[in-house]
């Protein structure tokens, strides 16, 4: 139940964070708001009218288009075939990981665990490719980016967008990471009750944070790509 009640609050509030982000950059109007009550009141009402229009404009059809329309594609073969194992791997982990440790009592098992396993294996071989490969385009720390962002001016303690997008990256690696090492910990012959339990727990958070931070990077990326 605290899993459960942790995941709805940690990514509810992320979700909810990336949407704002977006309505603040993009609604002039927003900006010369001084009150805090009449901000979110123009939130909300702003997101109530993208869901509608959202809703309205979702067809399988549109989705399709969207999907081909995607970079991936556009990729060399062997990056592609990577990007399309990272990501599909990463998917399927997420949605069979959450899906059964929320609405399953029981937890992930039979074909869907067996699944989750080679998933986790295809994932970490992809991610250490990634790493090893990608890394370094997410070294240098870009410049602040000239955008006004909410009341408090976080440019001045050197949060910006581009920023937070490449401390998400690396908080996804590391928590891809220690997702790896918490599967492999219980299989070999080294922990007893205790330990088990405690990695199994540790496996699960460490999953929520690396959902966390492949939202904010994936919602700050269509950001920029939706503005260019």
């Not at 098992?109 to 090893?132: K, R």
């Not at 385009?137 to 967008?161: C, W």
């Not at 339990?197 to 990077?217: K, T």
């Amino acid at each position: 139940m605290m899993f459960t009640i942790v995941t709805i609050l940690l990514l509810g509030a992320t979700f909810l964070g990336i949407v704002f982000h977006r309505f603040w950059t993009t609604r002039q109007e927003a900006k010369s708001t001084i009150l805090y009550a009449e901000i979110i009141k123009k939130f909300f009402a702003w997101l109530a009218l993208r869901g509608v229009q959202m809703s309205r404009r979702a067809s399988p059809e549109a989705w399709w288009v969207y999907v081909k329309g995607l970079p991936v594609w556009r990729e060399p073969v062997l990056e592609k075939w990577l990007s399309i194992c990272f990501y599909g791997s990463f998917l399927y982990l997420a949605a069979s990981g959450f899906f059964f440790g929320i609405f399953i009592r029981r937890g992930l098992f039979g074909y869907p665990l067996v699944g989750h396993v080679m998933a986790g294996g295809l994932f970490a071989v992809c991610l250490t490719i990634l790493v090893v490969f990608k890394g370094r385009d997410f070294i240098s720390i870009p410049k602040p980016a000239s955008l006004s962002l909410a009341l408090l001016d976080i440019r001045k303690m050197g949060i910006t967008p581009a920023r937070v997008k490449l401390w998400a990256f690396w908080l996804f690696v590391a928590s891809g990471f220690l997702l790896t090492l918490s599967a492999l910990l219980p299989m070999l012959p080294l922990l007893r009750t205790g330990g088990q339990r405690f990695m199994f727990e540790f496996h699960r958070y460490s999953a929520l944070v690396s959902a966390a931070a492949a939202m904010v990077f994936v919602g700050l990326a269509l950001f920029e790509r939706s503005r260019t």
